[in-house]
């Protein structure tokens, strides 16, 4: 063996040598370029990975005046007592149901911006984009008053378009039905997020080579025909690679919007995991390891569909699109 | 090649600048104006309707009867104000010397908080400082001494971790806000007002079908909710939404697993179903509704504070007289639950003062009657005047207060616009009826009435507000409510939406079961041992 190794000596210095080895020369010669990374991995270190020593208090009875450290050890205790409780069920298929549903709004952004990009006069494009965008900066308090404005079936728009195209008295009240929770939940969404989510695609057609279109053209390709045969495949990476970040996100429904959105009507619709974890774990009784192991299964659900739709994709496509 | 070098240099210098400014505006909020006295840190939630704490009269009132200079450290409403608190207490930070008006505290909490060391025990500065507290609680009857103290104190080691806010008078602030119906259109139809809820039916039935604000268009709501179904529900089984557990000769039972519960969703599914009763979830809304075009009341039966509930210009409220509580259609029922924020916990000094003998000063402040009377009305002599000739008020006996300025309802910088530790009486909190702002005459007639009513109608002669619990009851308690709520309101949405039935068994079933899930047999057997240990 040691002969062979030997032999094989001067082969080493031209192949760098595996593992540490290697690693420690690598680092010796590119030490100035880590000290450059260093300002980036910082943030995550301190802010993502840091904090996650707390974690630990889902399986304790934290106390503040005890630490993390000094609180009694309980197990699953809280993640029984979740799983146990009479909402369980609700609450998660609630919450599942309104993140499967936000999906639907998915391809609407990659539309638009197809339709953005198609468009021939630039000045108008352009003012269309910045008028879509502008929901977004709409902070999400004021945005759910401005709904509930609009769609008051006494004094709002929709109220006095009804009795306008001759209704007597007043519409149904969406805002209260359990009903309707969902659906207003997720197209006002869509009203207030499209025009933003365009901007990736946007950016990402603006890089198509425009060599591609002119050849199209010479086929005798038509506008349409360009949109699906041209456009679409050039930013079909970027289309998958948000699919799989917004699959890690699919059970972590946005908090604040469902929680302004709760009527005491709606509840068995608009009750999901995070308002739960925000009601049960802070304001109740200060029960910080009760909200811990909720967030904590609600993460773990997260992280196994987004490695499953990873995975997927990986085999889909070959390798070629994945995020990890 | 120069100007370019010399380009970056200028930007160099503008980026640096600007990191540097930006430093030093970073540290503006904590250098503050350093003053030779004593300062005086104080958390609060922040009210929407002061336009400033520090700009600010009784601020100033404060100041100058302690001797210090009064800092404040603004937190959110109050409801968020205590995650706010409590992720404070976690994250290690520094608090405010002390906490004033965070009246959604529980016993259980502040008994917690004093445990974990976060509040101190104020047991001795009481004694040493506390001259005005002593001397309004010694005024109380001995009863409702007891229940203050016993609410303050920790009951195995007698720690005092803060002082309440106590209501020892009889206003309409008081009682669960009774129900307003619009006599105009009674008449308007010659009905009489319903004392049950068949006849409640058949008038609300009048109110949509029959016109009764002569518009010739049908824009009446017979009934506006939020607050309403609880007395609805009242007419047929006593049910305080917030300690929905009710004592019969000396049983403990949970009302909403009785058949009187099941009847009331049945019979409140039938208003919503046939558009007689209406949701308004957001509190402007409801208020736009009840106050019509100013002029055209549109709303049958309502709930609330007559003084907020209606927009200033509104003009209809004349139309509204009290209805009493209903019953059901044997005549049993019609209870009235009383409100219970009369007793608050709403001063506490925490573990980083400094000072415990100045901050106890300015609580005891706080109970002096003239901050009593500032802290509703604002400033003396400006906004109220103290008259030597009495005159009566609205709730039967004479009054010293003449309120001279009626805008305090509105944004203003002369109060905090939040609680304070205070115990009202009837000298430092009752004024002349006719000087009330507001809705002035109307307004003080619905309150007369409402507190006439509240005083003699019916109401459970046991309550389980009144047991006493262990620290470890109440802790289980409350974990086993907070499910309960969210258990309750879910399927009273169900129910009322016709997604359940509550006629039908598996449907009432499974409701039941669900709230034994929640644990609500347990906290039964809790109460009724604490029943049996009185």
């Given at each position: 063996?040691?002969?062979?190794?030997?032999?094989?000596?001067?082969?080493?210095?031209?192949?760098?040598?595996?593992?540490?080895?290697?690693?420690?020369?690598?680092?010796?010669?590119?030490?100035?370029?880590?000290?450059?990374?260093?300002?980036?991995?910082?943030?995550?270190?301190?802010?993502?990975?840091?904090?996650?020593?707390?974690?630990?208090?889902?399986?304790?009875?934290?106390?503040?005046?005890?630490?993390?450290?000094?609180?009694?050890?309980?197990?699953?205790?809280?993640?029984?007592?979740?799983?146990?409780?009479?909402?369980?069920?609700?609450?998660?298929?609630?919450?599942?149901?309104?993140?499967?549903y936000s999906l639907v709004s998915f391809p609407l952004p990659i539309i638009m911006a197809l339709l953005f990009n198609a468009m021939r006069k630039q000045r108008y494009k352009s003012v269309a984009q910045t008028i879509s965008y502008m929901p977004h900066f709409i902070s999400m308090t004021v945005f759910v008053g401005i709904l509930n404005l609009i769609l008051s079936p006494t004094s709002g728009i929709y109220g006095n378009i009804f009795r306008l195209l001759g209704g007597s008295g007043y519409p149904t009240d969406f805002r209260t039905l359990a009903g309707s929770f969902r659906h207003l939940y997720v197209w006002s969404g869509v009203w207030q997020g499209m025009g933003w989510q365009t901007i990736l695609y946007t950016s990402a057609l603006s890089s198509v080579s425009s060599e591609l279109h002119e050849a199209a053209c010479l086929d005798g390709a038509s506008r349409f025909k360009r949109i699906i045969h041209v456009d679409l495949p050039a930013i079909m990476p970027t289309i998958a690679i948000m699919l799989i970040l917004r699959?890690?996100?699919?059970?972590?429904?946005?908090?604040?919007?469902?929680?302004?959105?709760?009527?005491?009507?709606?509840?068995?619709?608009?009750?999901?995991?995070?308002?739960?974890?925000?009601?049960?774990?802070?304001?109740?009784?200060?029960?910080?390891?009760?909200?811990?192991?909720?967030?904590?299964?609600?993460?773990?659900?997260?992280?196994?569909?987004?490695?499953?739709?990873?995975?997927?994709?990986?085999?889909?496509?070959?390798?070629?699109?994945?995020?990890? | 090649?120069?100007?370019?070098?010399?380009?970056?240099?200028?930007?160099?210098?503008?980026?640096?600048?600007?990191?540097?400014?930006?430093?030093?505006?970073?540290?503006?909020?904590?250098?503050?104006?350093?003053?030779?006295?004593?300062?005086?840190?104080?958390?609060?939630?922040?009210?929407?309707?002061?336009?400033?704490?520090?700009?600010?009269?009784?601020?100033?009132?404060?100041?100058?009867?302690?001797?210090?200079?009064?800092?404040?450290?603004?937190?959110?409403?109050?409801?968020?104000?205590?995650?706010?608190?409590?992720?404070?207490?976690?994250?290690?930070?520094?608090?405010?010397?002390?906490?004033?008006?965070?009246?959604?505290?529980?016993?259980?909490?502040?008994?917690?908080?004093?445990?974990?060391?976060?509040?101190?025990?104020?047991?001795?500065?009481?004694?040493?400082?506390?001259?005005?507290?002593?001397?309004?609680?010694?005024?109380?009857?001995?009863?409702?001494?007891?229940?203050?103290?016993?609410?303050?104190?920790?009951?195995?080691?007698?720690?005092?971790?803060?002082?309440?806010?106590?209501?020892?008078?009889?206003?309409?602030?008081?009682?669960?806000?009774?129900?307003?119906?619009?006599?105009?259109?009674?008449?308007?139809?010659?009905?009489?007002?319903?004392?049950?809820?068949?006849?409640?039916?058949?008038?609300?039935?009048?109110?949509?079908?029959?016109?009764?604000?002569?518009?010739?268009?049908?824009?009446?709501?017979?009934?506006?909710?939020?607050?309403?179904?609880?007395?609805?529900?009242?007419?047929?089984?006593?049910?305080?939404?917030?300690?929905?557990?009710?004592?019969?000769?000396?049983?403990?039972?949970?009302?909403?697993?009785?058949?009187?519960?099941?009847?009331?969703?049945?019979?409140?599914?039938?208003?919503?179903?046939?558009?007689?009763?209406?949701?308004?979830?957001?509190?402007?809304?409801?208020?736009?509704?009840?106050?019509?075009?100013?002029?055209?009341?549109?709303?049958?039966?309502?709930?609330?504070?007559?003084?907020?509930?209606?927009?200033?210009?509104?003009?209809?409220?004349?139309?509204?007289?009290?209805?009493?509580?209903?019953?059901?259609?044997?005549?049993?029922?019609?209870?009235?639950?009383?409100?219970?924020?009369?007793?608050?916990?709403?001063?506490?000094?925490?573990?980083?003062?400094?000072?415990?003998?100045?901050?106890?000063?300015?609580?005891?402040?706080?109970?002096?009657?003239?901050?009593?009377?500032?802290?509703?009305?604002?400033?003396?002599?400006?906004?109220?005047?103290?008259?030597?000739?009495?005159?009566?008020?609205?709730?039967?006996?004479?009054?010293?207060?003449?309120?001279?300025?009626?805008?305090?309802?509105?944004?203003?910088?002369?109060?905090?616009?939040?609680?304070?530790?205070?115990?009202?009486?009837?000298?430092?909190?009752?004024?002349?009826?006719?000087?009330?702002?507001?809705?002035?005459?109307?307004?003080?007639?619905?309150?007369?009435?409402?507190?006439?009513?509240?005083?003699?109608?019916?109401?459970?002669?046991?309550?389980?507000?009144?047991?006493?619990?262990?620290?470890?009851?109440?802790?289980?308690?409350?974990?086993?409510?907070?499910?309960?709520?969210?258990?309750?309101?879910?399927?009273?949405?169900?129910?009322?939406?016709?997604?359940?039935?509550?006629?039908?068994?598996?449907?009432?079933?499974?409701?039941?079961?669900?709230?034994?899930?929640?644990?609500?047999?347990?906290?039964?057997?809790?109460?009724?041992?604490?029943?049996?240990?009185?």
């Amino acid at each position: 063996m040691t002969a062979a190794k030997r032999n094989k000596a001067p082969v080493n210095t031209l192949i760098p040598k595996r593992g540490f080895a290697r690693f420690k020369k690598n680092f010796l010669r590119d030490r100035q370029l880590y000290l450059l990374i260093i300002i980036g991995i910082a943030p995550f270190l301190l802010f993502h990975y840091g904090p996650m020593y707390g974690v630990q208090i889902a399986f304790r009875n934290y106390r503040i005046s005890d630490g993390i450290i000094g609180s009694e050890w309980v197990g699953w205790k809280w993640f029984n007592e979740f799983l146990t409780d009479p909402n369980f069920k609700r609450i998660f298929l609630n919450t599942l149901i309104i993140s499967l549903y936000s999906l639907v709004s998915f391809p609407l952004p990659i539309i638009m911006a197809l339709l953005f990009n198609a468009m021939r006069k630039q000045r108008y494009k352009s003012v269309a984009q910045t008028i879509s965008y502008m929901p977004h900066f709409i902070s999400m308090t004021v945005f759910v008053g401005i709904l509930n404005l609009i769609l008051s079936p006494t004094s709002g728009i929709y109220g006095n378009i009804f009795r306008l195209l001759g209704g007597s008295g007043y519409p149904t009240d969406f805002r209260t039905l359990a009903g309707s929770f969902r659906h207003l939940y997720v197209w006002s969404g869509v009203w207030q997020g499209m025009g933003w989510q365009t901007i990736l695609y946007t950016s990402a057609l603006s890089s198509v080579s425009s060599e591609l279109h002119e050849a199209a053209c010479l086929d005798g390709a038509s506008r349409f025909k360009r949109i699906i045969h041209v456009d679409l495949p050039a930013i079909m990476p970027t289309i998958a690679i948000m699919l799989i970040l917004r699959m890690g996100g699919l059970i972590s429904v946005g908090f604040e919007k469902a929680y302004l959105m709760q009527s005491p009507l709606n509840l068995s619709t608009s009750e999901l995991i995070s308002t739960y974890v925000y009601k049960r774990g802070l304001s109740d009784f200060r029960r910080f390891s009760y909200g811990t192991a909720v967030s904590l299964f609600n993460t773990a659900i997260n992280v196994t569909l987004m490695l499953i739709t990873n995975y997927t994709s990986k085999k889909v496509t070959e390798d070629e699109i994945s995020v990890i | 090649m120069k100007k370019g070098k010399k380009m970056t240099r200028v930007m160099g210098f503008v980026l640096a600048l600007m990191m540097v400014l930006g430093l030093l505006s970073g540290c503006g909020g904590n250098g503050g104006s350093q003053s030779s006295g004593k300062k005086l840190t104080i958390g609060i939630p922040q009210s929407g309707m002061v336009t400033d704490y520090y700009d600010n009269s009784f601020t100033k009132y404060i100041e100058e009867k302690l001797g210090a200079e009064v800092e404040f450290v603004l937190f959110s409403r109050a409801s968020e104000a205590m995650n706010q608190l409590a992720l404070m207490c976690a994250a290690g930070d520094e608090l405010p010397d002390v906490l004033v008006g965070f009246s959604n505290m529980s016993g259980s909490l502040m008994y917690e908080y004093g445990q974990d060391g976060f509040f101190i025990d104020l047991k001795d500065l009481i004694d040493q400082y506390g001259t005005e507290f002593k001397k309004h609680m010694e005024a109380l009857p001995q009863d409702e001494y007891d229940r203050v103290m016993d609410f303050i104190t920790k009951p195995d080691t007698g720690a005092i971790y803060g002082l309440p806010t106590y209501a020892a008078v009889d206003t309409d602030d008081y009682v669960q806000n009774l129900m307003f119906i619009n006599e105009q259109w009674l008449n308007e139809l010659n009905l009489e007002a319903p004392t049950n809820i068949d006849e409640l039916y058949d008038v609300l039935v009048a109110f949509r079908d029959e016109d009764p604000n002569n518009n010739g268009r049908a824009d009446e709501l017979p009934m506006l909710s939020p607050a309403i179904y609880y007395w609805v529900i009242n007419a047929f089984v006593y049910f305080d939404s917030v300690n929905p557990y009710n004592i019969t000769d000396g049983k403990v039972w949970a009302p909403t697993m009785s058949e009187e519960y099941r009847q009331a969703l049945a019979y409140l599914r039938k208003l919503y179903s046939e558009g007689l009763i209406k949701f308004d979830s957001p509190a402007a809304d409801a208020k736009n509704t009840i106050s019509g075009d100013g002029t055209t009341a549109r709303v049958g039966i309502w709930c609330g504070y007559p003084t907020t509930s209606l927009n200033h210009s509104s003009q209809v409220l004349d139309q509204y007289v009290v209805l009493a509580p209903l019953a059901d259609e044997t005549g049993k029922g019609g209870y009235l639950v009383e409100r219970p924020n009369d007793l608050l916990l709403t001063g506490h000094i925490t573990k980083d003062c400094k000072d415990p003998e100045l901050a106890m000063r300015f609580l005891d402040i706080c109970y002096e009657d003239g901050s009593v009377t500032r802290r509703r009305w604002g400033e003396e002599g400006t906004n109220w005047v103290w008259v030597d000739e009495a005159e009566p008020n609205n709730y039967g006996g004479l009054s010293h207060i003449k309120v001279l300025n009626s805008d305090l309802f509105g944004s203003n910088n002369v109060t905090w616009g939040s609680f304070l530790p205070n115990i009202y009486t009837d000298e430092n909190y009752l004024v002349i009826a006719s000087t009330v702002p507001g809705f002035d005459k109307e307004n003080s007639r619905l309150c007369t009435a409402q507190v006439e009513l509240a005083r003699t109608w019916r109401q459970p002669t046991e309550k389980v507000t009144s047991l006493k619990l262990t620290l470890e009851e109440r802790a289980e308690r409350e974990t086993i409510n907070g499910k309960y709520t969210t258990t309750l309101s879910q399927y009273f949405g169900l129910f009322l939406s016709g997604k359940l039935d509550s006629s039908k068994d598996a449907d009432w079933n499974k409701f039941v079961s669900d709230l034994e899930a929640c644990g609500v047999t347990r906290l039964v057997e809790i109460y009724q041992a604490a029943y049996d240990r009185q």
